[in-house]
């Protein structure tokens, strides 16, 4: 009996090594299958984009045997017909990007700043008014939003575009918002309203540089919200002039001779802000993700 | 007057983050800074929510659009393509995220390194992203696709969106690509919040990595992934850029759904009000999903 647990021990002691070898190996391979899982479409992009005609779809290929960078000088110098107004279309992106995440911020931090803060209602009651927006799916609502933009008359306006987008990204940022808020002891609040803080005050200098990471995530959901659009910039937008660059992009795809090459390119540099936006506030993101992480 | 607030809670000021008082009264400039933060949200509210959608539904409220839109075979289609993709592409994503988010805890550096790749799609936006699924599938066999199952295993790919479920089934696949990792990241959140003595705890009572799973990791975590469910089943009822930019809708729209299809009657066939129905007649399914996510968060303090 007394010889017995070292005897087991040495006997297990292999098998947990080789139990840790397994896991570890199989932690290798899932992640090789989660990098080309989320690098193919990604390098289908560069493959295509670097193709000399944009039609090596057709050949097979799956390495670009005359890689060039002509797709992408010409979208440099606007050299081609099919790209002649790529750097206005991609100013329209940026504008509306824009403005669809400051005002998401703006909207978002005041509202929860009057509920979550100030107790002007109930948590509840703003989540849930804002979460009316989701009852019609918002391909639905982009028909009668149109009637309603010409109403406004602001149709083939970039603001209609704003509006819709600021409209679909505030419901998830009050929600997000309020339940970080949550996380901040009211005392400061009230200490800093003794002192003799306005309201205005505690809202610019104690309210929102604490929530400063979730503000980073909520605009990074925005201006993502915003660059992933397409239907609303598509009907909302008529003339040349406001045209944004997913509506250029859905151009080739209806053009059956289309340079993809071209549009592959475009589509690179469509990419490159919300993922250079991304990355930067990475570190925000996950803490305003993370932080407020009561799970119950 | 800048004192009231904190004078009017009548002594029991609340300290800690216990229950935080019953509503306190706001008086006096207080009520009037507050109402004014909310105002701008009021007002994108009542602009952009209220009217749009009360003149979206005065736009479905005809009962002969419903038989106009029943006798449409391609409705019925799509009616069911819906299904089966909310079904599957939400459930497979969500059952992805929770076991990808497993394998994100663990601590090791590469590991990490490779969060960073693995996020990469949910920043690309979806219009260039859903081009290039079409474009690796299309072109006659000839995609980047069947040009690697070629070299790799000798096998020819099929025809991708010669059938409609299997087009569907491509639709299905770029949209877990796309939104996976959001959902990943929000429950590797959920998971990182859970305290690690509880798993010291378990495991030191000898339970297995499984029972820690079953146990600890899936009770406190259920609350989060339901509500994530009906987000993302919510917000995927809506999406029409991974069916109208992979398949769009061929062959012949047999792979269509809703929104994709209320597309096609607003835009080709000229008929907004048989389009605002269509979309209308999911309200069944999203009405209850809604509810039931108002119901969530308010009982329940959950992350997002």
């Given at each position: 009996m007394s010889a017995a647990p070292p005897l087991k021990r040495r006997a297990r002691r292999p098998n947990y090594r080789l139990r840790r070898v397994l896991v570890e190996a199989a932690s290798a391979a899932l992640g090789a299958v989660v990098v080309v899982w989320s690098l193919i479409p990604v390098y289908n992009m560069f493959l295509v984009a670097l193709d000399p005609t944009g039609h090596n779809e057709f050949t097979g290929e799956i390495w670009p045997l005359h890689p060039t960078l002509d797709s992408f000088v010409a979208l440099w110098t606007e050299g081609a017909d099919d790209v002649e107004h790529i750097w206005s279309q991609f100013g329209n992106s940026i504008y509306i990007g824009i403005m669809v995440m400051a005002l998401t911020v703006v909207i978002g931090s005041l509202a929860s700043f009057a509920v979550g803060r100030m107790r002007l209602a109930q948590d509840w009651a703003l989540t849930n008014t804002a979460l009316v927006t989701y009852v019609i799916p918002s391909s639905t609502l982009i028909i009668p939003f149109f009637r309603v933009m010409h109403i406004y008359r602001l149709?083939?306006?970039?603001w209609a575009v704003i509006a819709a987008e600021v409209t679909f990204a505030t419901p998830y940022a009050i929600l997000v918002l309020l339940q970080y808020a949550k996380?901040?002891?009211?005392e400061l609040d009230e200490a800093a309203r003794i002192d003799g803080a306005s309201v205005a005050q505690v809202y610019l200098r104690i309210y929102l540089p604490l929530i400063a990471p979730a503000l980073a995530a909520v605009g990074s959901f925005a201006i993502l919200l915003s660059w992933n659009d397409y239907f609303y910039q598509y009907m909302l937008l008529m003339s040349e002039k406001h045209t944004t660059v997913a509506v250029a992009l859905e151009q080739f795809f209806d053009d059956d001779d289309a340079p993809w090459n071209y549009m592959m390119a475009i589509a690179i540099v469509y990419s490159l802000p919300p993922i250079a936006i991304f990355y930067a506030l990475r570190r925000y993101i996950a803490a305003g993700l993370t932080k407020g992480g009561v799970t119950g | 007057m800048s004192g009231t607030q904190v004078v009017a809670t009548g002594g029991a000021v609340p300290f800690g983050r216990g229950r935080p008082s019953k509503r306190r009264r706001l008086y006096g400039s207080d009520f009037i800074w507050s109402i004014a933060f909310l105002v701008p949200y009021a007002a994108v509210f009542a602009a952009f929510v209220i009217y749009p959608i009360g003149y979206g539904l005065w736009m479905g409220s005809n009962p002969s659009l419903y038989a106009e839109l029943f006798a449409d075979p391609r409705y019925t289609t799509a009616a069911i393509n819906t299904l089966l993709f909310l079904a599957l592409a939400v459930n497979a994503q969500m059952l992805g995220a929770l076991l990808l988010s497993g394998f994100f805890m663990r601590p090791r550096r590469w590991i990490k390194a490779l969060l960073v790749i693995y996020i990469l799609p949910w920043a690309l936006p979806a219009v260039p992203a859903f081009l290039s699924f079409h474009w690796m599938l299309v072109a006659d066999r000839q995609g980047l696709l069947d040009g690697l199952l070629s070299v790799l295993f000798g096998v020819e790919g099929p025809?991708?969106?010669?059938q409609g479920w299997l087009a569907l089934a491509c639709d299905i696949v770029s949209y877990i690509w796309k939104w996976m990792p959001l959902w990943t990241l929000i429950l590797l959140g959920g998971r990182m919040a859970i305290p690690p003595d509880l798993y010291e705890a378990a495991e030191m009572d000898g339970a297995s990595p499984y029972r820690r799973f079953v146990h600890v990791t899936v009770p406190l975590l259920a609350n989060l992934y339901l509500i994530s469910t009906v987000i993302s089943t919510i917000w995927a009822f809506g999406d029409y850029a991974p069916v109208l930019f992979v398949s769009g809708g061929a062959p012949a729209f047999s792979s269509n759904v809703l929104s994709t299809l209320g597309f096609r009657y607003a835009l080709d066939f000229a008929d907004p009000q048989l389009a605002v129905a269509a979309g209308l007649s999911g309200l069944p399914l999203l009405i209850p999903l809604v509810v039931l996510l108002m119901r969530r968060l308010s009982t329940a303090e959950v992350q997002l």
């Open positions: 149709l083939d306006n970039p996380l901040i002891p009211v | 025809d991708w969106f010669a």
